[in-house]
Nanobody, 121 residues
Framework: VQLQASGGGLVQPGGSLRLSCAASGSIFSINDMGWYRQAPGKQRELVAVITSDYSTNYADSVKGRFTISRDNAKNTVYLQMNSLKPEDTAVYYC????????????????WGQGTLVTVSS
């Protein structure tokens, strides 16, 4: 199982970006999917998470600006980021709890490779 994140880039303050993360490989089911971020010199932090039944939770710093969603048919999670601020600059990582299609039906946690978001004028 692999997670492939995309959509990062350079954007001006107040702008928007949409991140995508697709899970591929032999997948039986996906439970929680989420986005984390790590700014230079800081620890990785949770940005948003969405459960398999579409319940969501957000970090206080992004509430009202970011929206997490998922397409179960495509095994993909999205992060729509609006009203971006310089402090949103970070490497964004997707994360998912996956039950692979092989072996016993256990849940494994996977990380994507990260995509850089830079908010600057």
């Amino acid at each position: 199982v692999q997670l492939q994140a995309s959509g990062g880039g350079l954007v001006q303050p107040g702008g928007s970006l949409r991140l995508s993360c697709a899970a591929s490989g032999s997948i039986f089911s996906i439970n929680d999917m989420g986005w984390y971020r790590q700014a230079p010199g800081k620890q990785r932090e949770l940005v948003a998470v969405i459960t398999s039944d579409y319940s969501t939770n957000y970090a206080d710093s992004v509430k009202g600006r970011f929206t997490i969603s998922r397409d179960n048919a495509k095994n993909t999670v999205y992060l729509q980021m609006n009203s971006l601020k310089p402090e949103d600059t970070a490497v964004y990582y997707c994360n998912a709890d996956v039950t692979p299609g092989w072996g016993p039906k256990l849940v494994y946690n996977y990380w994507g490779q990260g995509t850089l978001v830079t908010v600057s004028s």
